[in-house]
């Protein structure tokens, strides 16, 4: 099983994009899923996460605000909702799934990844 990521692409600064992240196959079984990203030279970074039943969320500062991460069960689907874009938002997206109780907000604690997917931020 892999995690597939779509939705990115080019965006003007002050836009939005909904990225979403679903299983190539069967029930996407997780206690949280996450959303990370990697800006060029730089280290993959946290995003955003959500536990299981949808109760909890947890985002890096620097989204807070603007993005919000959601899940929809019946569509096997976790989502990235992102606004007021901005050029340093621009990144490879990856989406990443846990069945760790106890997890950090780090790459490392994530064990189930998919190929990521480039948002662009630029006038």
């Known amino acids: 099983v892999q995690l597939q990521a779509s939705g990115g692409g080019l965006v003007r600064p002050g836009g939005s994009l909904t990225l979403s992240c679903s299983p190539s196959?069967?029930?996407?079984?997780?206690?949280?899923a996450a959303w990370f990203r990697q800006r060029l030279g730089k280290e993959r970074e946290f995003v955003a996460a959500?536990?299981?039943?949808?109760?909890?969320?947890d985002y890096a500062n620097s989204v807070k605000g603007r993005f919000t991460i959601s899940r929809d069960i019946d569509k096997n689907t976790v989502y990235l909702h992102t606004n007021n874009l901005k050029p340093e938002d621009t990144a490879i997206y990856y989406c990443?799934?846990?069945?760790?109780?106890?997890?950090?907000?780090?790459?490392?604690?994530?064990?189930?990844w998919g190929q990521g997917t480039l948002v662009t931020v630029s006038s």
């Open positions: 196959e069967g029930p996407l079984d997780y206690v949280a």
């Open positions: 959500i536990n299981w039943r949808g109760s909890s969320r």
């Open positions: 990443a799934t846990t069945l760790r109780q106890i997890y950090r907000d780090s790459p490392a604690d994530f064990n189930l």
